[in-house]
């Protein structure tokens, strides 16, 4: 695994994917070495009066071979929009990488991806690693969202396994939330493992649905940070151990840890 | 060459830049960043005589230049502290101490005891202005009497050096500062956080689990800066400045206010490397201006 | 429609927003920026019973999302504000207060008199919290007793509504609140400014004439937030809240801790506009919210 | 005379000098009244963490066909530098016009203009603007500098009127300062007026020399400003009449009224 470095990361590509989500690719100057899924970055925005602090995006995806890593980024504030606004060539400073993975599954498991907005960044690196490492893992991946525009990704999952989609509006997949598609409704007793990223609300809900069954579940949290690497205990969720460090002890947790 | 050497009482320093306790962990967490023995000192997080959970998530806010933070002093008490995580410290060569808070004046001494016993804990620092806890915390700090009290008290049993770290939410922090020289502080170090309130006008709500929380991060320096130049008025005992410092140039500042030594908090969120930058960057100062010894900068402020 | 209207005692306001004295000189200078009829009403520049130079330049110095002040008090004294500049205010629709200082007590006292005279002032600020001056000013506002004291005595000589404006400068402000309600104050406003200091550190020289001065702007809103809640825990009487709002959401934040009206100071030299951009984007607030009625939000934190 | 107003104004073009001083044109959306040679602008700089407040700058021309405002701006901190590196295209906010210009000379006067560095700005403007309004006012341009690198605009000057130089170096013109050249040491009392802008010690020393011969002399002061407007009373300068502010009073005073 990597140690955590701070750099100076020159973006390579800003592309728009729709009205307000970005991907930018960045360019490393130092030799990238293994970045696990579900990993963060803690990005710097000076160019914003109303930014002290950084900024945490997950890992969207690395490329040890050009030395970049991508981030996928919705623009909600000043800080994402300063960020989804920085034309290529320009650097961001960065602290990386941040947290811990999702575990592995084992060999000829199923596995469920189940996420929303963009919590699908962590997952789809995530399903791409499986991919690429061979491993012999079937991939379902559970996209949600409120309309078909705001659906993204659904050919790169569809390339890592199957792909399920609901739309609150019913325009694309099954019409609902997440819990209300059969594969977490109905069939969820069918995969080993299912792995969450996305609103709480929503995550939770899975994990309720998982709890249910008895199936591995993993969550991807997302609470405020002010250090990102364990040194200022301020972004703790509350665990069967106590207060734990999303930053350090998660982002990824096993809900069995958390009180939900 | 130029000395960036201090002594803060019978502290010896590699150099002016420690550390605040609270923004730096156990240090261990740095190790990625940089080598901790490039530091003159740091300061562990604030320890108690029991483990305590610390407030509720959500424990920061984010404000103008600076954040709020109501963490309540989470730690697993200082006998944890003492078997698990001091056997980590001993190995640096540079001055570790141990930020001490407590409810009682019996907390903090009997706190105080188990880390007089720790050979490689050359002082503490004593909390009496933490804003983050229902009970003892900055109370003591913010009047005379219970400022002397406990600081008397763990004098009494602590024999290495006593920092005592000093609160600004007072009419006069002089006068507190005198208070606990009178009872034996060897130093005090200002200022802890200013005690604050972050509210969403969307939700209406706190943005605080506690209400209201601490204010640090570079909003504060200007604050800092006059306690520290008014405390240097005040006492004779080194002062160990901090409150918004970023860069090399805030620590000069308040060097030149009258800090003997300086403190990084907040600033190693938003850049890891900063307190080893800070280092670099006082003695570039000292270069350029052709200054032999980092001490003479101390109260030198040009009036 | 939405109900922009507040009381705070016996003044009725158009809307909660006014602006802060010594940062909206006699108003005449925003004309050319907008009409100043659509304020709830302006707060003129810290008049004394005498003229006064102020201190020697330099007064200001930029801060992280700040600025210091050293004005002190410069103003030409109250017989020439009542002789030449009252004249040119009494053609507003809206309520214009004067912030009133002094050394002494009696001359609080007799500049209070002054001001009771003019028709069209339907209330004065008093000012015990200004740093930048060196007798009086602040040292009344950190102490009950001379707090109380100024307090009684101009509320003896004057009529209309009394606000008192409190300094933050002190361990407990809602000790001071209490005290000035207790002797007759119609309303608070808090907070002055902070006080503060600026070095550079190049030169090794503090950045004001004064060495101290006062800090303003959204660096002390979190402190600034904060005391107005615990003074809106402490007080019956209306509360006008300022420190370091800049826009529509910080200005129902004050509200939501418990300010009845708010003030801009600061936010007027980076956005002359702000002051009315707050008057729309409050009412924008209250209709997306689906509130009635902007007395609503008062206290209305949702803890 | 224009009033005061807060506007958006576009980068119409950003053209670098030398290397550290820009000019930049910037187009105005509302009509230009009158504006005088001496007013200054006051701009918002919101891509920089350490700029709160307004950085003020002299105007350096105003085009009033084109509808746009020039300024001449010299790099040296996180304002200045911000506004050199506005790309053309994006909008800054300014307030404007602000304080008080020169006062003309009557016609037939000779008069000297004494500049150094970024204060032969609101000179240059004045020489145009009296050249334009084809006043017969004879003008003659002191411009000093450290080398001869430092030295801008003579060309501007030239066509004006006569330009003299002085460089610290002796790489242009008369080695020494502003006050070494003849014009100022030896020939003041041929010029009715003399106007500087510059650094203050330069301001001080012409003000010096024009009082021994009692020329009349103005000077355009330069203290921090917070408001720019008359509304804090940061900026003032202590005159002969007490404290008065350089935002609003100013910055062109008579030398008759400062306590120098
Ligand atoms: C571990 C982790 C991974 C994340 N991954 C991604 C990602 O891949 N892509 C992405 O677009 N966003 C991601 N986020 C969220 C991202 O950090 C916030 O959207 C961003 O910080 C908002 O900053 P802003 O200045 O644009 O908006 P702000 O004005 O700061 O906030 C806008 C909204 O975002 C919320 N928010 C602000 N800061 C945080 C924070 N630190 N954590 C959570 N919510 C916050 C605020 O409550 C507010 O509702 C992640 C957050 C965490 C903690
Ligand atoms: C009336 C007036 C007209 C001016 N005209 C011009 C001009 O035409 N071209 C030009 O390049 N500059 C001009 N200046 C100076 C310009 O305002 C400063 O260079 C600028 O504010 C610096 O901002 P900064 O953030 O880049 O640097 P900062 O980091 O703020 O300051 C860098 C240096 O500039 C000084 N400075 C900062 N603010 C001010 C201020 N408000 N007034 C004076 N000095 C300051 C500081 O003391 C420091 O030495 C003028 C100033 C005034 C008051
Ligand atoms: C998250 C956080 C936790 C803190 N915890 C402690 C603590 O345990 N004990 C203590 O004395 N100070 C604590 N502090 C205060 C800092 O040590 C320091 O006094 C303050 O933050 C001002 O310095 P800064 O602006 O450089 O951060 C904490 C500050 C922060 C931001
Ligand atoms: C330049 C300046 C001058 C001020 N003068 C006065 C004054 O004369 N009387 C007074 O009561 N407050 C004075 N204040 C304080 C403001 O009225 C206000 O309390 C303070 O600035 C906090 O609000 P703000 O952050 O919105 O500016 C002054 C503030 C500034 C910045
Ligand atoms: S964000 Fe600081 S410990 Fe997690
Ligand atoms: S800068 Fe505010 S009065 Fe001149």
Same mark, same amino acid.
């Given at each position: 695994?990597?140690?955590?470095?701070?750099?100076?990361?020159?973006?390579?590509?800003?592309?728009?994917?729709?009205?307000?989500?970005?991907?930018?690719?960045?360019?490393?100057?130092?030799?990238?070495?293994?970045?696990?899924?579900?990993?963060?970055?803690?990005?710097?925005?000076?160019?914003?009066?109303?930014?002290?602090?950084?900024?945490?995006?997950?890992?969207?995806?690395?490329?040890?071979?050009?030395?970049?890593?991508?981030?996928?980024?919705?623009?909600?504030?000043?800080?994402?929009?300063?960020?989804?606004?920085?034309?290529?060539?320009?650097?961001?400073?960065?602290?990386?990488?941040?947290?811990?993975?999702?575990?592995?599954?084992?060999?000829?498991?199923?596995?469920?991806?189940?996420?929303?907005?963009?919590?699908?960044?962590?997952?789809?690196?995530?399903?791409?690693?499986?991919?690429?490492? %061979?491993?012999?893992?079937?991939?379902?991946?559970?996209?949600?969202?409120?309309?078909?525009?705001?659906?993204?990704?659904?050919?790169?999952?569809?390339?890592?396994?199957?792909?399920?989609?609901?739309?609150?509006?019913?325009?694309?997949?099954?019409?609902?939330?997440?819990?209300?598609?059969?594969?977490?409704?109905?069939?969820?007793?069918?995969?080993?493992?299912?792995?969450?990223?996305?609103?709480?609300?929503?995550?939770?809900?899975?994990?309720?649905?998982?709890?249910?069954?008895?199936?591995?579940?993993?969550?991807?949290?997302?609470?405020?940070?002010?250090?990102?690497?364990?040194?200022?205990?301020?972004?703790?969720?509350?665990?069967?151990?106590?207060?734990?460090?999303?930053?350090?002890?998660?982002?990824?947790?096993?809900?069995?840890?958390?009180?939900? | 060459?130029?000395?960036?050497?201090?002594?803060?009482?019978?502290?010896?320093?590699?150099?002016?830049?420690?550390?605040?306790?609270?923004?730096?962990?156990?240090?261990?967490?740095?190790?990625?960043?940089?080598?901790? %023995?490039?530091?003159?000192?740091?300061?562990?997080?604030?320890?108690?005589?029991?483990?305590?959970?610390?407030?509720?998530?959500?424990?920061?806010?984010?404000?103008?230049?600076?954040?709020?933070?109501?963490?309540?002093?989470?730690?697993?008490?200082?006998?944890?502290?003492?078997?698990?995580?001091?056997?980590?410290?001993?190995?640096?060569?540079?001055?570790?101490?141990?930020?001490?808070?407590?409810?009682?004046?019996?907390?903090?001494?009997?706190?105080?005891?188990?880390?007089?016993?720790?050979?490689?804990?050359?002082?503490?620092?004593?909390?009496?202005?933490?804003?983050?806890?229902?009970?003892?915390?900055?109370?003591?700090?913010?009047?005379?009497?219970?400022?002397?009290?406990?600081?008397?008290?763990?004098?009494?049993?602590?024999?290495?050096?006593?920092?005592?770290?000093?609160?600004?939410?007072?009419?006069?922090?002089?006068?507190?500062?005198?208070?606990?020289?009178?009872?034996?502080?060897?130093?005090?170090?200002?200022?802890?956080?200013?005690?604050?309130?972050?509210?969403?006008?969307?939700?209406?709500?706190?943005?605080?689990?506690?209400?209201?929380?601490?204010?640090?991060?570079?909003?504060?320096?200007?604050?800092?800066?006059?306690?520290?130049?008014?405390?240097?008025?005040?006492?004779?005992?080194?002062?160990?400045?901090?409150?918004?410092?970023?860069?090399?140039?805030?620590?000069?500042?308040?060097?030149?206010?009258?800090?003997?030594?300086?403190?990084?908090?907040?600033?190693?969120?938003?850049?890891?490397?900063?307190?080893?930058?800070?280092?670099?960057?006082?003695?570039?100062?000292?270069?350029?201006?052709?200054?032999?010894?980092?001490?003479?900068?101390?109260?030198?402020?040009?009036?």
């Amino acid at each position: 695994m990597m140690n955590k470095t701070v750099q100076n990361l020159r973006v390579l590509s800003n592309i728009q994917l729709n009205r307000d989500h970005h991907l930018l690719e960045l360019q490393a100057p130092v030799k990238l070495e293994q970045i696990a899924p579900g990993q963060f970055v803690n990005v710097r925005v000076e160019k914003s009066q109303s930014t002290f602090l950084r900024r945490p995006f997950s890992i969207y995806g690395v490329d040890y071979e050009k030395n970049t890593i991508s981030l996928f980024i919705k623009d909600v504030g000043p800080g994402s929009h300063v960020l989804t606004s920085t034309p290529e060539g320009e650097e961001v400073d960065v602290v990386f990488p941040l947290g811990n993975g999702f575990s592995y599954p084992e060999e000829n498991e199923r596995i469920l991806l189940v996420g929303g907005g963009f919590g699908i960044a962590p997952l789809l690196f995530f399903a791409r690693e499986l991919k690429k490492r %061979n491993l012999d893992v079937h991939i379902h991946a559970l996209v949600g969202a409120r309309t078909s525009d705001d659906l993204m990704e659904l050919n790169s999952f569809a390339q890592c396994g199957e792909v399920y989609s609901t739309t609150e509006d019913g325009s694309h997949g099954v019409k609902g939330r997440v819990t209300d598609h059969p594969a977490l409704k109905d069939r969820l007793q069918k995969f080993d493992r299912v792995y969450s990223c996305g609103p709480e609300p929503m995550m939770e809900a899975v994990a309720a649905k998982a709890a249910a069954v008895d199936v591995f579940c993993e969550v991807s949290l997302e609470n405020t940070m002010a250090c990102g690497f364990g040194v200022c205990l301020c972004c703790v969720t509350d665990t069967t151990s106590g207060h734990q460090c999303v930053c350090t002890d998660g982002p990824v947790f096993n809900i069995k840890d958390l009180k939900w | 060459m130029v000395d960036l050497g201090v002594k803060i009482g019978n502290l010896d320093l590699k150099n002016p830049v420690m550390t605040a306790s609270g923004t730096f962990g156990y240090g261990l967490e740095f190790e990625d960043f940089f080598d901790l %023995n490039r530091l003159g000192g740091f300061v562990v997080k604030g320890t108690t005589l029991h483990a305590r959970q610390g407030n509720p998530y959500p424990r920061s806010a984010e404000t103008p230049s600076g954040m709020l933070n109501a963490v309540g002093l989470q730690n697993r008490g200082v006998k944890y502290f003492a078997e698990n995580i001091y056997p980590r410290l001993e190995k640096f060569q540079t001055n570790v101490l141990v930020n001490v808070s407590g409810s009682t004046v019996e907390e903090y001494v009997e706190c105080a005891e188990v880390i007089n016993e720790l050979e490689h804990i050359p002082g503490i620092e004593l909390n009496i202005s933490c804003p983050n806890v229902k009970e003892g915390g900055m109370t003591f700090g913010t009047s005379c009497p219970s400022a002397e009290a406990v600081v008397r008290a763990v004098r009494k049993v602590y024999d290495k050096h006593l920092m005592v770290k000093l609160s600004p939410n007072v009419t006069s922090i002089e006068e507190i500062a005198r208070a606990v020289e009178n009872v034996g502080a060897d130093s005090v170090s200002l200022i802890n956080t200013l005690l604050a309130m972050a509210i969403d006008a969307e939700s209406r709500k706190p943005l605080l689990s506690t209400i209201t929380g601490g204010l640090s991060g570079p909003a504060v320096k200007p604050v800092a800066l006059r306690m520290v130049w008014q405390v240097a008025q005040a006492v004779k005992i080194p002062i160990v400045g901090m409150g918004g410092i970023m860069n090399a140039a805030d620590a000069v500042e308040f060097m030149l206010a009258g800090a003997s030594a300086i403190q990084v908090g907040t600033a190693g969120f938003v850049d890891p490397l900063a307190p080893v930058k800070i280092v670099e960057g006082i003695e570039d100062y000292l270069k350029r201006h052709k200054i032999e010894s980092v001490t003479d900068l101390v109260g030198s402020l040009q009036l």
